[in-house]
């Protein structure tokens, strides 16, 4: 495993294991199918999740799909676990690995420690952390986030070094659809407020988007589809920082809070329950 330790994902590994034999998926059939499940029950999203179930019942049945669900509900709630243990961009590490990542887009992500110290270094200055208000964040973007560990190494760093409240919103946007939804699924359980852009950041003509609201708690529905925020460039007597060279104009008013880092309460038997209940015992999406 590139750039961390297998300790930290040989639980979430194990459990995708069971539905690649289960299956007879490849790995990065399994990583993509486990990707679209968590990212549609952070939306309550019933339709998409009961599609998804629908296929496994028409190409394995119902007890293996039941079983295939309740062990991508174990890989997450052992995903959340080991994201408490770590600072590491853990989905960005298993991508590279078991998800078949393109080289045609050129998809090399930054090592965790780099992604850190680059991090550090999209951050604005002192002043302008101080002077931001929930009306008036400041905005971290990355137009080609992978899975957004550069975003999110921004926020663990703009949380250590901010010395008064703040408020930010962390905008990725990614061509690969993939990768988007790992950035979404990353924004939720590190805290950040944002938002996860699907499309080519050379052409202003977005595909799709959503709002990360961590506020609202895990299975409160955290990620919600919205316009794209569209955003105004700030002139160079405004900012010193290329990095704070935008700032959103539609829908980063309606982050919530000061602090971007909001603590995630993990508990993981009543994650796991409420995921694998998103199915009843016969592989139906519960409405």
């Known amino acids: 495993m590139p750039y961390l330790d297998d300790t930290y994902t040989k639980p979430v590994l194990d459990s995708l294991s069971d539905v690649h034999q289960q299956t007879g998926h490849g790995w990065s059939r399994v990583f993509r199918d486990w990707i679209d499940i968590v990212f549609a029950s952070l939306q309550r999203d019933d339709d998409s999740h009961g599609k998804m179930a629908n296929r496994y019942k028409s190409d394995f049945g119902k007890e293996t799909t039941q079983t295939a669900f309740e062990d991508y509900a174990e890989a997450f709630a052992s995903l959340l676990a080991v994201m408490e243990q770590t600072d590491a961009d853990v989905l960005g590490c298993l991508f590279q690995e078991y998800g078949a990542p393109s080289e045609e887009n050129g998809q090399h992500f930054t090592p965790p420690h780099v992604a850190r110290l680059l991090g550090g270094m999209m951050l604005p200055t002192d002043e302008q952390i101080e002077s931001t208000t929930p009306d008036d964040p400041i905005t971290i973007r990355d137009p080609t986030c992978g899975s957004g560990g550069l975003l999110v190494g921004a926020g663990q760093q703009l949380e250590e070094c901010a010395e008064s409240p703040y408020a930010a919103v962390f905008v990725g946007q990614d061509i690969d659809i993939r990768c988007v939804k790992m950035t979404a699924i990353n924004f939720v359980v590190r805290g950040l407020p944002g938002f996860a852009i699907h499309g080519d950041s050379l052409k202003a003509d977005p595909i799709a988007a959503w709002e990360i609201m961590p506020t609202k708690g895990m299975m409160g529905a955290p990620i919600q ?28 008013d309606k982050v919530e809070g000061q602090n971007a880092q909001v603590d995630v309460d993990v508990e993981l038997d009543t994650q796991q329950a409420e995921f694998a209940a998103f199915t009843d015992s016969d592989g139906d999406v519960n409405q």
């Open 225 to 252: 589809e919205c316009e794209p925020p569209q955003f105004t460039p700030v002139s160079d007597d405004e900012t010193t920082d290329s990095s704070a060279s935008a700032t959103a104009t539609d829908g980063a």
